[in-house]
């Protein structure tokens, strides 16, 4: 795959089929997320993969409260607030992540990103994002929640056998499956619109009106 296409379309993609995934194209994705630059390059990382179907299910419960308890906290409201607004994007994506909380037991492969020893705690999403786009390069949609590091984190490490006493914490939760939707180039306000120049506020002396990749292709 070409490499703007994998950057360009490689989205959310929450609803997948339960079709196993292949192991060399899970050996891929990992190989791909360690080759990742990390902080002070300490590689302060591991990997749990999970494709055991009692595991995932145990997994896919807690995954379900933790959503609930998110939902209640961090995001109270806002489903409320799209819905009034008719934001019917924000409303598909809360459908979509929805749909994750129902089913992310019937997911086939879900890969659990742990760090340890980093203060700012962002070191190993490069490696995270390298996973997602050796995905990608596959045709398997992924999704990156953290939801259970937020609110059932001590649930979460338990369950795993994840060895909090010895400083590890889960960073992210990655699902992988085959999509049930379309890849497509994220709509998203012009760069100009995000970006500035030199100093907060000031505007650029360019503008990208529509994506450099897709539109054109």
């Not at 070409?2 to 192991?23: F, G, K, N, Q």
């Not at 933790?66 to 409320?80: H, K, L, P």
């Not at 889960?170 to 998203?188: E, N």
Request: aromatic share 8%; proline share 6%; charged share 25%.
């Amino acid at each position: 795959m070409e490499l703007y296409e994998a950057l360009y379309t490689t989205r959310a993609m929450r609803r997948v089929s339960a079709d196993p995934i292949p192991t060399e194209v899970v050996q891929q994705m990992l190989d791909a997320a360690i080759r990742a630059p990390s902080g002070s390059n300490m590689q302060q990382w591991r990997w749990l993969v999970l494709t055991d179907r009692e595991a995932i299910r145990q997994l896919g419960e807690l995954y379900s409260e933790a959503f609930d308890a998110g939902m209640d906290t961090f995001y109270a409201g806002a489903e409320e607030r799209a819905r009034a607004a008719g934001a019917t994007d924000i409303l598909r994506i809360h459908s979509s992540s929805r749909w994750l909380r129902d089913n992310m037991r019937s997911v086939p492969l879900i890969v659990v990103a742990c760090d340890r020893n980093d203060p700012i705690g962002s070191s190993i999403y490069p490696a995270v994002w390298n996973l997602m786009l050796a995905a990608r390069g596959a045709g398997v949609g992924t999704t990156l929640t953290t939801f259970n590091t937020h609110t059932r984190h001590a649930e979460t490490l338990e369950l795993l056998g994840i060895p909090a006493d010895k400083g590890w914490r889960v960073a992210a939760i990655v699902s992988c499956g085959y999509p049930l939707g379309k890849w497509g180039v994220a709509k998203r306000p012009p760069v100009e619109k995000v970006v500035y120049q030199d100093r907060w506020g000031n505007p650029t002396d360019w503008d990208v009106p529509e994506p450099l990749w897709g539109a054109k292709t």
